[in-house]
């Protein structure tokens, strides 16, 4: 026993001599403590709402479109009532409700006075049409009402004005085949559908109708619609199947000829071959 109260006894020594040497703060000194801290919290709200750092300079990019101007104004106008020590991002989600087109905003500040505000746009891929009422929708589904209708987007014609924020179902099908259409072909669409016998379809608006059949694998099968366009074979005809994307075929009359992707025609067809090597079969065939 008397060994450990000798072992512990520097111990306690130490602990005195650190005691001493840091004494416990007083009540005085907290004070002042507190005081300071409450002080500096107040200087900061004071600053970070003051006109020494009130935005200035507002750069917006990103928006396009007829209601770019309208979106830039309101943007301003909001961005202006801030501070780059506090963005209120709420407040200009709010200047851009009225315009569906607008999906994100992304805000950064340069300290004092500039604030860069990047947008990015829900971009329309079709309209649609449904007693007389046209909405723009957006690559996801989602209607863009209220905002402008681009002349040279494909139609796609329902029997009821679709209700809430989304397309869904088929109609959902039809703006994806959409989305993924080359961007320099989508405004050469006229019109686009699902349910028919040869499930999703395309019509260009000079030239002839696109079969696609279901909605897997629609990069490859734009591809090659692209590349029966480009074939001289393929001029004059009234239809492209692409149902399998690697046995494009094309001719004339309103159905295939064959079984999607047989890549021959009846008496009378001639094949081609795609940029990709793969058959098109292109001639005189009977619809039906």
């Given at each position: ?135 723009a929708v957006s690559s996801d589904g ?26 869904r179902g088929a109609t959902l099908q ?18 686009a559908s699902a349910g028919g016998p ?91």
């Amino acid at each position: 026993m008397s060994s450990a109260r000798a072992r512990s006894a520097p111990m306690r020594l130490r602990r005195r001599r650190l005691l001493r040497r840091f004494p416990r703060p007083g009540i005085r000194t907290l004070g002042v403590v507190l005081a300071l801290l409450a002080l500096a919290a107040g200087g900061w709200v004071w600053l970070r709402n003051s006109s020494l750092v009130a935005v200035k300079r507002v750069t917006i990019v990103g928006v396009s479109g007829r209601d770019a101007q309208q979106i830039r104004a309101a943007l301003d106008s909001a961005a202006h009532n801030m501070t780059t020590l506090d963005v209120k991002m709420a407040a200009l989600r709010t200047a851009v409700a009225p315009y569906p087109v607008v999906k994100q905003l992304h805000v950064s500040t340069n300290f004092p006075h500039a604030m860069r505000i990047a947008v990015s746009e829900q971009v329309p891929v079709a309209v649609v049409s449904a007693g007389g009422v046209q909405v723009a929708v957006s690559s996801d589904g989602t209607l863009l009402r209220g905002g402008s209708i681009p002349g040279s987007l494909p139609a796609i014609a329902l029997s009821a004005s679709p209700g809430g924020s989304h397309v869904r179902g088929a109609t959902l099908q039809v703006v994806r085949l959409l989305a993924a259409a080359p961007y320099q072909l989508l405004p050469k669409l006229g019109q686009a559908s699902a349910g028919g016998p040869h499930g999703l379809e395309a019509q260009l608006r000079n030239g002839p109708k696109l079969y696609f059949g279901s909605d897997s694998d629609l990069a490859a099968k734009w591809a090659s619609v692209v590349a029966v366009l480009a074939d001289s074979g393929s001029a004059g005809a009234d239809y492209i199947d692409v149902t399998v994307a690697s046995r494009p075929a094309a001719g004339a009359g309103s159905d295939a000829a064959s079984s999607p992707g047989s890549g021959s025609a009846q008496d009378g067809s001639s094949g081609t071959s795609g940029s990709d090597g793969s058959a098109a079969a292109t001639g005189s065939t009977s619809g039906g």
